[in-house]
C-alpha cells in the first residue's frame, strides 16, 4: 500500500522533463519547499530534470550533483547506506523509498491519501539525520547510464527498464507522449490512477526520439524542444477516449457468461499481460538490437502509410534483424515479404508512421489472413516501437504530424459485408424461419448447376452454395485435423510466458483425420471440399471406390476460402498434374476470366475454392460409369520420375520400403517419417541413376493404420504412393498425397478403372534380393541408404560401449535372482538367462574409396561380432577388446543409412549401419 | 487509394461466423482481434448480441430489415443492403468524423448473424413499407 504511494511520488519526479514541468511540480510542493523551488529556477536554463529537493537535507551539495537524471538518482539509491537496507527489509521496493525522501510532497494532489506517506517520510527523516555526507550521487556508474537510457529511449523501445515503476509512471502519460509504451499503457490505467491530467494536458508532446541517443545532449534537448513545438497537442478527448475504462466508468453489468463480459475479461488479461510483458523486458535494459532477439517480433520497414477510419495502415515489408549490415533492403526470403500492419488510433499517434521507418512490433500481435490478399494483415499491434525513423537517417529534424498518412475515402455505406444476405445459419430458429424465406433467396434454389464459378461467384461473398453443382471426383484423401481450429486463420503470436495466451486447443484425437476431395467443374474449375471427419482411417479407401471418378453433385456446401496459386502451392502443384484436362472444357461464354474454347491450351487455373461439407455434400450422379473428364494419377517406375526435368510435379508409383526411420521417437505416424524406396526399374543390372530413393511422409499426411502397421514392422512392403511430389529433387508426401498397402491383384489404386499401363504388368514386382544399393558416393544426401566398404582406421571410444542381453528374446531388460546372485532372469520372458549375450555399441571410423572424407559408421551386431572376438562376446563378461586388433579390419560391403552429411571444412559423413 | 479496412472486418466477420458454426463459440483471439478493429464499439455490441437485441424482419414479398434494441431501449432499424443506422453515434463517428467503419448496433448486426442470434420476425407489407420509409416504429 505505502509503497505503491511511494512509487507515485517518485514518478512525480522522475518525469519532469522540461522546465515548466518543473514549475507545475513546484507549484504542487508545500511552501515549505521553496527553497527547492528557488534551486529550481536556478538551474531552469539547463532544461536539468532532477529532483531536487534534496537539497534540503544536504545543502552543501554542489550543483551538479543536482544534474542528476531522476533515473541515475534511482539507481544510486540502492548504493547508499545501511539506513536504506534496513527500510529494505520490509520493502524490496529499492528505488522508492528514496525518491521518496527527495521529493516529500507534504501537500498532495486531490484524491491521495497522504498520511501514512508522511509518516514515512518523517520517519525516514529521522534516520537519515547522520547521513549528511553521503556519497555523491553523481557516481556515473555504467548502471547509471544505462538507465538514463532507457529512460530516454523508453518512447520507442518498449522494453521499459524498470517495470515497477514505470507503473506508476503511467499516471502522467502526456509527460513524455513519444512514449508509445506508455501511451498504450495507460489504456490499461485502472481508474482513479490518471491523477496528473491537469498538468499533462497543458504539455506538448516531446519529440520523436530515435533509439541511438544514449545521453540527453543539449543539442538533442534543443531539437526536441523544436520538434515539441511544432507537434501539434494532443487533445484531451482524444487522450481520455483511449482508456478501457473509460467506458467502464459507464458499465453496467455485463450479462453473465456473455460474449461482452468475456471480452471484458480479456481486455483486463491484456493489461496484465502489459505489466508481465514489461516484467519480462526489464533484463534487457537498453539496446533495441536486444530486443529483436525475442520470438515473435516483427521487424518491419513501413513503406506506405495509409489512415482509414480513424485507424493508420502501413504496407511493411519484413526487414532481416540488424547486424547483416545496414545496408540491406531486401525482404526476408521465408514469409511473406509484405504485411499490412493496423495500428490504432492511440498507436498512431505515438509511432507517427511514415514512408522508410523501421518498427517494431512485439507480441501479442495477430496475423489475418484475408481472402483475395497477397499480404497478410497484422492487428492487434499495441507494442509497436520505431527504431529507426526515416527522417533521423536522412537527417531531417522536422517533425511530421499525424498527417503524414494518407487519408483514406470514407467506404461506401452499400458496401455490406456479406453475411448480411444469402447466408442463414442453421442456429436461427425454424418455426420463423418459414416467414423469412422465400424470399431473397428463392427461384434460385432449385436450379442445377453445372459451374462452380457461377454457384460460388453468384453469391457474391462467402456463404453457402444454395445450387448443386455437377462436378467430377478428381482425388479423395484425407488430412490430419490441424491442432487448431481449422477455420480460424488468426494466428496468435504469444510467447508462451505470456499470461494472456489464449489457452492451448485441445490436443487432437490421434490419428483423426477429415475427408476431402478435389473436384472438377465441366469448366475446368476446381475445388477442395472439405468434407466430415473419417471415423476410422481406413474408410478413405471405401470413398475412393465410391467417388473418384465418377460425377458427382455437390450440395449443401459452403465456401471456405478462395485459394490463389501463390498461397498454397502444393495444392496447385496437385491441380498442375491434372492440367490439361483430358476432354474439352466448356466455356463460360461471355466469363472473361473463362472465355477460351480450346482450353488444352490454356493456363492452369490460377485460383480454386476451398469449400466445406458433410457427407452428404457428396452424391455420386446415378450412371456408374468413370467420368470422361477423370485424370487418374499416372503411374510411374522411379526410375521413371527421377528422370523427370521438371522441377516440381506430383507422381505416383509403387515402391519397395527397403527402410523407414523416424524422426522423432515414439511410433511411425507422428512426426515426419523417412522411407528408402526402390522398385525394378532401380534394380536393373543395366545401371540406373540411383537403385533407391528416399522419401519424406510429412506430417500433413495422413496414413492409414493399416500403413501404420506395416510402417512399423521391420519387414519390407510394398506400397503405392499417390500423387506425392517430387519437390527439388526430393520425394514428398502431403497433404493430398495417399499412401496405400498394394494389394494383391493388379489394380493397385482400387479403381473400377485400369490405371495407366506405364509400369508393365509383366515386370517383376518385387525387387531382387539381395537389393542392390547405390555406392557410397560423395553426392550422396542424408536420409539415404548406401553400401559401405572399407577398413577401420580409428574406433570411437567414446561412444563404445556393451551391455548384457537376453539370449533368447534379445531383451536388454535383465535382473538378478536376489537368491542367488549368479543367475540372471530376463524380465521380458520371464526366462532364466544363463549365458546372456553381450551387446556392443560400436562405432568406427573407416577408410574407403572415398578420399579426403571422414566416414563413421554405427555398426550392429553382426557385424561388430565379426571383427571382435566371437568367442569373448560368448563369456559371461566381455573382457574388452583390443583397439589394435580391430584396426585395419575390412568391413562391408554393409547397408547403410545416410545420418548426416557435412561438407565443410571436409566432408564428414555420419551413417548407420542397417539390416535390410 | 484502395480501402483495406473493410476487407478486415469482413474477413474478421467471416473468421467468426466459420468458427461458430464448427464450435459454437467465438475464440479469444477473435475478440481480441474484434476489438482491436472495432474499438470500444465490440464490447458494446457484444453486449448487445448477448442480450438478443437484434431481430430481423422479413415481409412476405421479401424485403429484410434489422432492429436493433439500443441500450436505452430505443429501436434502431439498419438495412440489410448498406450501412445505415439512424443512432446518434452512426451520424457523428461515421458519416461525419469517418472515424467508424460502424457503429455498434450494425456490428450487432454482423455478430448476431455470425453467431446466428438473430431473432427473426415476420412483419406485414404495410409495416415493413413503413418502417423502411421511417414513418412508422412497430
Not at chain 1, 514505470?166 to 498504450?184: A, C, G, K, N, V
Not at chain 1, 485507424?311 to 545496408?327: D, F, I, N, S
Not at chain 1, 458496401?415 to 444476405?421: I, N, R, S, V
Not at chain 1, 583390443?882 to 548426416?900: C, I
Request: hydrophobic fraction near 30%; charged fraction near 20%.
Amino acid at each position: 500500500m505505502s509503497s505503491r504511494k511511494r512509487r507515485r511520488c517518485y514518478k512525480d519526479v522522475k518525469c519532469v522533463f522540461f522546465p515548466d514541468d518543473v514549475v507545475n511540480k513546484v507549484r504542487r510542493e508545500a511552501p515549505s519547499l521553496s527553497s527547492a523551488s528557488k534551486s529550481w529556477e536556478t538551474c531552469g536554463d539547463s532544461f536539468v530534470d532532477t529532483p531536487v529537493i534534496k537539497n534540503l537535507k544536504t545543502p552543501g551539495r554542489k550543483q551538479s550533483e543536482i544534474r542528476k537524471s531522476p533515473a541515475s538518482v534511482q539507481t544510486s539509491a540502492g548504493k547508499e547506506d545501511p539506513v536504506h537496507i534496513a527500510w529494505s527489509s520490509s520493502d524490496s521496493e529499492q528505488s522508492g523509498d528514496e525518491t521518496q525522501e527527495q521529493q516529500e510532497p507534504p501537500q498532495r494532489p486531490p484524491g491521495r491519501p497522504t498520511a501514512p506517506l508522511q509518516s514515512y517520510t518523517r520517519a525516514l527523516r529521522m534516520l537519515r539525520t547522520e547521513r549528511e555526507d553521503l556519497p555523491a550521487i553523481d557516481t556515473d556508474s555504467d548502471l547509471d547510464e544505462c538507465e538514463e537510457d532507457a529512460e530516454e529511449d523508453s518512447g520507442q523501445q518498449i522494453s521499459d527498464c524498470q517495470s515497477e515503476s514505470f507503473d506508476e509512471r503511467q499516471e502522467d502519460p502526456s509527460l513524455r507522449p513519444t512514449d508509445m509504451t506508455e501511451l498504450e499503457i495507460s489504456g490499461y490505467v485502472s481508474d482513479g490512477e490518471d491523477v496528473d491530467v491537469t498538468s499533462a494536458s497543458s504539455r506538448p508532446d516531446s519529440p520523436p526520439q530515435t533509439a541511438e541517443g544514449s545521453k540527453r545532449s543539449v543539442s538533442g534537448w534543443v531539437r526536441s524542444a523544436q520538434a515539441m513545438l511544432q507537434t501539434p497537442q494532443k487533445p484531451q478527448s482524444a487522450r481520455q477516449s483511449k482508456t478501457p475504462e473509460d467506458s467502464a466508468k459507464k458499465r453496467r453489468k455485463f450479462q453473465s457468461g456473455g460474449l461482452a463480459e468475456r471480452l471484458n475479461r480479456l481486455q483486463c488479461r491484456q493489461r496484465s499481460a502489459v505489466s508481465f510483458w514489461r516484467h519480462q523486458s526489464i533484463s534487457d535494459t537498453s539496446t533495441t538490437t536486444a530486443t529483436v532477439d525475442r520470438p515473435g517480433v516483427l521487424l518491419l520497414e513501413v513503406l506506405e502509410v495509409q489512415e482509414e477510419c480513424s485507424v493508420q495502415l502501413a504496407h511493411c515489408e519484413h526487414r532481416p534483424p540488424p547486424g547483416a549490415g545496414h545496408q540491406h533492403r531486401k525482404p526476408l526470403s521465408e514469409g511473406p515479404a509484405r504485411v499490412l500492419v493496423v495500428f490504432n488510433r492511440e498507436t498512431a499517434a505515438q509511432l507517427i508512421p511514415a514512408t522508410g521507418d523501421i518498427v517494431h512490433i512485439y507480441p501479442p500481435w495477430q496475423r489475418l489472413s484475408i481472402e483475395g490478399f497477397r499480404c497478410d494483415v497484422i492487428l492487434n499491434t499495441h507494442f509497436s516501437q520505431k527504431v529507426d525513423s526515416a527522417n533521423h537517417l536522412r537527417g531531417v529534424s522536422a517533425p511530421r504530424g499525424l498527417l503524414s498518412a494518407e487519408r483514406c475515402n470514407p467506404s461506401s455505406l452499400c458496401q455490406t459485408f456479406g453475411l448480411l444476405e444469402g447466408c442463414r445459419t442453421t442456429a436461427e430458429s425454424d418455426a420463423k424461419q418459414v416467414a423469412a424465406s422465400g424470399s431473397l433467396t428463392s427461384g434460385v434454389l432449385a436450379r442445377h448447376c453445372v459451374s462452380l464459378l457461377e454457384a460460388i461467384e453468384g453469391l457474391g461473398q462467402a456463404g453457402s452454395v444454395g445450387q448443386d453443382v455437377e462436378v467430377v471426383v478428381q482425388r479423395v484423401y484425407s488430412i490430419p485435423v490441424p491442432h487448431c481450429s481449422p477455420v480460424s486463420i488468426l494466428k496468435p503470436r504469444l510467447p508462451s510466458r505470456s499470461p494472456s495466451a489464449a489457452p492451448p486447443p485441445p490436443p487432437p484425437e490421434k490419428g483423426k483425420t477429415r475427408l476431402c476431395v478435389l473436384v472438377q467443374d465441366s469448366y475446368g474449375t476446381f475445388s477442395v471440399v472439405q468434407l466430415h471427419f473419417l471415423p476410422r482411417q481406413d474408410d478413405l479407401h471405401q470413398y475412393c471406390h465410391k467417388w473418384r471418378g465418377r460425377t458427382c453433385l455437390l450440395r449443401g456446401i459452403k465456401v471456405v476460402q478462395r485459394v490463389t496459386r501463390e498461397r498454397s502451392t502444393r495444392l496447385f502443384s496437385l491441380i498442375d498434374s491434372l492440367w490439361p484436362p483430358v476432354m474439352p472444357l466448356k466455356d463460360h461464354g461471355n466469363t472473361p476470366s473463362m472465355c477460351s474454347g480450346s482450353r488444352s491450351a490454356g493456363a492452369a487455373p490460377s485460383f480454386c475454392y476451398l469449400l466445406s461439407g458433410q457427407e452428404s455434400s457428396v452424391e455420386p450422379a446415378e450412371e456408374q460409369t468413370v467420368s470422361p473428364l477423370y485424370l487418374p494419377p499416372t503411374k510411374q517406375t522411379l526410375q521413371d520420375i527421377l528422370q523427370s526435368e521438371r522441377q516440381t510435379c506430383r507422381c505416383s508409383f509403387v515402391a519397395t520400403v527397403l527402410y523407414k526411420r523416424n524422426m522423432q521417437s515414439g511410433d511411425v505416424g507422428q512426426g515426419e517419417v523417412w522411407l528408402v524406396l526402390t522398385d525394378p526399374s532401380l534394380q536393373e543390372p543395366e545401371r540406373p541413376r540411383r537403385r533407391t530413393v528416399a522419401l519424406c511422409v510429412s506430417t500433413s499426411c495422413a496414413l492409414t493404420s493399416c500403413v501404420l502397421e506395416a510402417l512399423n514392422s521391420p519387414a519390407a512392403c510394398r506400397m503405392s504412393f499417390t500423387d506425392a511430389i517430387r519437390e527439388h529433387g526430393v520425394l514428398l508426401c502431403v497433404e493430398q498425397s495417399v499412401v496405400e498397402m498394394c494389394s494383391v491383384g493388379p489394380d493397385l489404386t482400387s479403381s473400377s478403372r485400369p490405371e495407366s499401363p506405364s509400369l508393365p504388368e509383366a515386370r517383376a514386382e518385387t525387387p531382387p534380393q539381395p537389393v542392390r544399393l547405390d555406392p557410397l558416393s560423395p553426392e550422396i544426401t542424408p536420409n539415404s541408404v548406401c553400401s559401405l566398404s572399407g577398413v577401420i582406421v580409428g574406433v570411437d571410444e567414446t561412444t563404445a560401449y556393451s551391455w548384457p542381453a537376453c539370449n533368447l528374446c534379445g531383451s536388454d531388460n535383465l535382473e538378478m535372482f536376489p537368491e542367488r546372485p549368479s543367475n540372471i532372469r530376463c524380465v521380458s520372458c520371464k526366462s532364466s538367462v544363463d549365458k546372456p549375450d553381450t551387446r556392443v555399441q560400436l562405432d568406427v571410423f573407416l577408410s574407403s574409396s572415398l578420399t579426403n572424407c571422414t566416414l563413421k559408421v554405427k555398426l550392429q551386431q553382426k557385424t561388430i561380432a565379426s571383427i571382435l572376438n566371437t568367442a569373448a562376446l560368448e563369456g559371461q563378461e566381455f573382457p574388452g577388446y583390443d583397439v589394435e586388433n580391430v584396426l585395419g579390419r575390412e568391413v562391408g560391403p554393409l547397408a547403410a543409412y545416410v545420418r548426416v552429411v557435412t561438407r565443410t571444412p571436409a566432408l564428414w559423413i555420419g551413417l548407420e549401419e542397417i539390416c535390410l | 487509394m484502395r480501402s483495406f479496412l473493410p476487407a478486415v472486418a469482413e474477413q474478421l466477420f467471416r473468421d467468426i461466423q466459420q468458427t461458430h458454426q464448427e464450435t459454437s463459440q467465438i475464440p479469444d483471439d477473435l475478440l481480441i482481434a474484434l476489438k482491436f478493429v472495432f474499438g470500444p464499439c465490440a464490447l458494446q455490441a457484444l453486449d448487445l448480441v448477448d442480450q438478443h437485441s437484434v431481430t430481423c424482419l422479413s415481409s412476405p414479398s421479401g424485403r429484410k430489415a434489422f432492429q436493433v434494441i439500443g441500450g436505452s431501449g430505443r429501436l434502431y432499424t439498419c438495412f440489410v443492403s448498406c450501412h445505415y443506422c439512424p443512432c446518434p453515434a452512426f451520424a457523428y463517428t461515421v458519416l461525419r468524423r469517418n472515424e467508424g467503419l460502424l457503429c455498434k448496433h450494425i456490428l450487432a448486426v454482423y455478430l448476431c448473424r455470425a453467431t446466428g442470434g438473430t431473432q427473426q420476425e415476420s412483419v406485414s407489407d404495410q409495416q415493413m413499407s413503413a418502417l423502411l420509409g421511417g414513418t412508422a416504429a412497430p
